[in-house]
Structures are given as structure tokens and as C-alpha cells.
């Protein structure tokens, strides 16, 4: 009995003992591979930010047909139309299609579609997008408005087809240049609409335009005897209808008008100043004014007494007491009282207003851009003055370099803080970083760009562009040639036209 016992109790410690052993391999085995997963988590890895990307919706040409894609390169609307989609407001999904055009009577019908090719606003004859355009040739869709046409009469509706004004008018048409006003037709008569519908002005003038570019200022009306005057925004009377004619000009509460054939400039009390000193004004500065006599530029007070005398091709106001003068066709800025604080020796001298900045071509082709103390700050060639981040990109000897509005310099990574692909060069090649500075693309390119607002990134290959996504995924090969493109830009695998103010893809 107490052999079979011992023998018992041997065979049983021996169990014991394998699975401790076994026991404690799995646990040295976890513990090994702990310490791995801790070092990997702890690698830097060549990994982009995680974004969400906005998305929108842009024209696209192909086949010599129109259609819509979104901002991830999906085909929304297939092209399929034979004119140009027209998008009012590329965040919305709201497409103007217009059919059966007449360009020798100038006549066509227009539907208005959504993202599923379903149509809407069906129950107006005609939908149209009001187009507007500065001077410059700035172009623009004014914004979250619509107008229609319904028993042969025009109103107004929003985007998601709100009724803003009712279809009563024979007209609507913008302010050349000024936004998010309207003149409207009543019965041969003019008046004034908001975006939003409000009546500003009754429909009794003969003809109306905006004082200046900024509809606070007010409107110059004509009334039926063929007088001027003016009209306040919150339409309040500014110039009462007795002159015979009133410049599109307006500062310091004061207006450039004539009447009996004398040039004066008045106030909204009357009081009249330079009576016939000038053959035109051209701005209106606190006391200061920019006159015009014999062909020449000049500035004055309003009292009449010489600041600047009229020897000069071109002036304008910039900042301060500075004024950008041309002479002999060359630029220089100089101050109100006629002493210059920086020479003559540019081609084209603009003052940036939104960035306080200077911005002077020099006859080499670069800029430079100065700050208010009229010291050079950066020089290269401005690719890109972005006004909502408050940037200023300029290529200079082959690289981007990148300012903020206070002109210092800064890395891109600063500056566009949101992307997950960051522009970078070694070797005179180009190719992309994450915002830690670990290399995402390889340095293959000979050329490319900073990634756009949906993700994408165009790069030059072999004299050819193509795109990657925003992790730096190659999505179209590098086939394209775009040397006539004055940007270029991709969504997808489409390709921004190379027409001039091109807003639309193709492919």
C-alpha cells in the first residue's frame, strides 16, 4: 500500500511540474511580445493625419459633354449635357442645366437638377445664377440666391428655394461689381433689392448704380427730370435729385458732383468745396483728394491748398501718408507731402489693404513685398495671397516659401496646419512629409504642389503631372501635359482646365 502511494504521488508532481513550465513559457511569451507591441506603438511610423475632407461639387468637360463630379472625384451628374452646368454655390448640390440655347436670338430654358439627377424648382419657367464681375475681371455667383422667372415675371428664391422676393418684376439684374445687391424693373421704373429680398429702394427712379463697390455707401439715382442724387442704403436721402450728374466716388462723408456746369465736391449738408479746381477726383482720403488738372495727378486738401502738385501719371492712396505714385512709367510711393520715401525703380506697386502689405514688381519679374515701414520683407515670385488663412505663398530659386501676414517667415507645416501632406525637397527633387517631418513620398518628383483643400496633390513626373490622394497614394499616373496651365490642380484623376478663370475638370 505505501508503495502504490509513493508511486502515486511521484507520477502526480510530475504533471505539476510540466504545466508550470508550461506555464511559465506563455507568460515569458506574452511578456516578450508586450514589449514588442510598447516599441512598435512607439516606432515613428510614416503615417498622414486622419482628416475629413469638405466636399463639394465642380463642372466637368468630357467628350465635349458636361457633367458634375464631387470633391472625392465621384461622377455626381454624368456628361451627358451640351453646355456648361453652371453650380452657383460648389458646397450645395443645387446644378442649372440649360437646354434648347439660341445663341443667334440669345434664347434657352434651364431645369435645375440635385446630387441624385432629380430635378427641382420645377415650378419656375426659367432658374438662373446671377453672374457678377469687378473690374478686374474678378468673377462670381452671387451668393445663396437664385433668379427665376414664373408667368413671364422675375423674383427671387435661395438655394434650398425659399421665395425671397415674389416673381412681380420685369427685371433684375446686379450691380456691376457690387454685391449682394439687385436693381429692379417695375413698370419702367428702377429700384434696389437685397440678397434677402428687402426693398431698399422703390421702383420710381429712372436709372440706379451703386455709389461705389460697397452698397453701404449708397446709390445714385435719376429721377424723371434727369437730376441726381443720392440714396443712403438704409434709405435715408444723402444728396437730394438737383445735380446734373455725380461721380461713382465717396469719402469722408463727401460726393463729386456737378451742376450749372461747374465740378465741386459737397457734403450732406450742402456746404460746397474746389468749386471748378479740377478736371477729375479720383479718391476722397479724410481732407486729402486726388485730383486730376491737365493730365497730371496731384493731391489737395479740402480747403483748396496744393499737397501734392498734378505732376504725376498715376496716383492712389495707400496707407498712412503714403501714396503710390507713377512717373515715367515707373512706380515709387511717396508721401503727402511730396517727398519720396521709396523710389521709383517698379513696374507696379499694389497695396495689399486685408494684409497692411506692399506689394512692388521689380523689373526682374519678382516681387517684393514690403511692410508699413516700406522695408523689403521677402522676395520671389507670389503664387498665392490667401486671404482666409492669412498667408502669402512665393516661389524663389525653385521652392515655396511661406509667409504669414506680418511678413515673417514660416514652415509649411505651420502655415497649413490642417493638411496631411506636406511639400518638401532633397536634392533638387520633390516629395512629401507628414507633419512630423517623416518622409510619406518619396523625393521623385520634379515638380509639384501643396495639397489642395480636398486632399489631393498634383506632381510632375517625366515633363507630365498626375495626383495622389491625401496619404500620398498615387490615384492618376503622371500622364498629363499642362504646360499651358496657369495652375494646376487635381481632383481625382481630373485635371483643372487651362482656360483663363477656368473652374471646371476634365480629363
Known amino acids: 500500500m505505501s508503495r502504490g502511494t509513493k508511486a502515486r504521488r511521484y507520477n502526480d508532481e510530475r504533471k505539476l511540474n510540466v504545466k508550470k513550465v508550461v506555464a511559465v513559457i506563455i ?114 455667383y452671387e451668393e445663396n440666391v437664385l433668379r427665376v422667372q414664373k408667368n413671364g415675371k422675375y423674383g427671387l428664391i435661395n438655394l434650398e428655394g425659399k421665395e425671397l422676393l415674389s416673381s412681380t418684376y420685369d427685371n433684375i439684374e446686379v450691380i456691376e461689381g457690387t454685391k449682394s445687391v439687385y436693381v429692379t424693373t417695375l413698370n419702367g421704373k428702377k429700384g434696389i433689392v437685397s440678397n434677402t429680398g428687402n426693398v431698399i429702394i422703390e421702383n420710381k427712379y429712372n436709372d440706379i448704380t451703386s455709389l461705389t463697390n460697397k452698397y453701404e455707401n449708397g446709390f445714385i439715382v435719376k429721377n424723371d427730370e434727369g437730376k441726381f442724387g443720392v440714396v443712403n442704403y438704409d434709405k435715408t436721402i444723402a444728396l437730394q435729385e438737383e445735380y446734373d450728374e455725380i461721380k461713382n466716388i465717396y469719402g469722408n462723408s463727401m460726393y463729386v458732383v456737378r451742376q450749372a456746369s461747374i465740378w465741386r465736391i459737397v457734403n450732406t449738408d450742402k456746404e460746397a468745396f474746389l468749386d471748378n479746381k479740377f478736371e477729375d477726383v479720383k479718391e476722397i482720403n479724410t481732407e486729402n483728394i486726388i485730383i486730376k488738372s491737365n493730365g497730371k495727378y496731384g493731391v489737395v486738401n479740402i480747403q483748396g491748398e496744393e499737397k501734392v502738385p498734378t505732376i504725376y501719371d498715376d496716383l492712389s492712396y495707400a496707407f498712412s501718408n503714403y501714396y503710390i505714385a507713377k512717373k515715367q512709367n515707373t512706380y515709387g510711393i511717396i508721401t503727402d507731402d511730396n517727398e519720396t520715401a521709396l523710389d521709383f525703380n517698379y513696374k507696379y506697386i499694389k497695396y495689399l489693404s486685408n494684409a497692411g502689405i506692399l506689394q512692388a514688381e ?60 506636406f511639400l518638401s525637397k532633397k536634392d533638387g527633387k520633390y516629395g512629401y512629409v507628414n507633419e512630423k517631418g517623416i518622409v510619406v513620398v518619396d523625393y521623385i518628383y520634379e515638380d509639384a504642389t501643396e495639397q489642395n483643400k480636398y486632399g489631393y496633390v498634383s506632381v510632375k513626373k517625366d515633363g507630365k503631372w498626375g495626383s495622389l490622394d491625401s496619404k500620398g497614394k498615387q490615384v492618376q499616373n503622371c500622364t498629363y501635359s499642362l504646360d499651358n496651365s496657369i495652375i494646376v490642380d487635381f481632383i481625382a484623376d481630373w485635371h483643372l482646365a487651362s482656360d483663363i478663370n477656368a473652374n471646371y475638370y476634365t480629363k
Open 27 to 140: 507568460a515569458f511569451l506574452v511578456i516578450i511580445m508586450f514589449f514588442i507591441g510598447i516599441r512598435e506603438l512607439l516606432k515613428e511610423k510614416p503615417m498622414t493625419n486622419e482628416k475629413v475632407f469638405s466636399l463639394a461639387y465642380y463642372p466637368v468637360y468630357q467628350n465635349e459633354k458636361w457633367g458634375v463630379i464631387d470633391s472625392k472625384g465621384n461622377v455626381t451628374i454624368e456628361p451627358t449635357y451640351n453646355e456648361m452646368i453652371i453650380i452657383p454655390d460648389n458646397t450645395k448640390p443645387v446644378f442649372i442645366c440649360m437646354e434648347n440655347v439660341d445663341y443667334s436670338s440669345g434664347t434657352y430654358s434651364s431645369k435645375v437638377i440635385n446630387e441624385k439627377n432629380e430635378q427641382i424648382f420645377g415650378e419656375y419657367e426659367k432658374v438662373e445664377a446671377l453672374y457678377n464681375h469687378d473690374k478686374n475681371n474678378n468673377l462670381w
Open 362 to 421: 521689380s523689373t526682374k519679374l519678382e516681387s517684393e513685398l514690403l511692410d508699413k515701414d516700406l522695408k523689403v520683407k521677402a522676395t520671389g515670385i507670389i503664387s498665392e495671397i490667401n486671404q482666409d488663412k492669412n498667408y502669402i505663398r512665393i516661389r524663389k530659386d525653385g521652392e515655396y516659401l511661406y509667409y504669414n501676414f506680418k511678413l515673417e517667415q514660416k514652415a509649411n507645416t505651420e502655415i497649413l496646419s490642417t493638411n496631411t501632406l
